[in-house]
């Protein structure tokens, strides 16, 4: 099945890829207009390229997101949340 068609059928659209050139702008404004016009975009997460990170500063952030679950887990706010209201249960 191609994008396009993909696009046209669904009811929802889930993109869990990396930022790179080559998915750069993979969703523009031509292919919004192939979706249903309920079409609902759940979860939609932009994340910086990682490519420049020192091995340092990459494991300082999977520390991070490890304590955030850890604290969710255990029915505490997590760090820096930006729904904390509802993260925290």
């Known amino acids: 099945m191609s994008l396009d068609e993909l696009l046209r059928t669904s ?3 889930s993109l869990h890829i990396a930022l790179t ?3 750069r702008k993979l969703i523009s404004e031509r292919e919004l207009s192939l979706m ?14 990682t490519s420049g990170l ?5 494991h300082a952030m999977e520390m ?5 679950v850890v604290a969710v887990l255990h029915g505490r706010t ?4 930006v729904n904390a209201p509802r993260a925290s249960g």
């Open 11 to 13: 009811d929802v659209v």
């Open 21 to 23: 050139d080559d998915t």
């Open 36 to 49: 249903k016009p309920l079409l609902v975009l759940e979860n939609v997460v932009l994340t910086p390229r």
């Open 54 to 58: 020192t091995s340092e500063s990459a």
């Open 64 to 68: 991070g997101a490890a304590r955030n």
């Open 78 to 81: 997590p760090e820096n949340a």
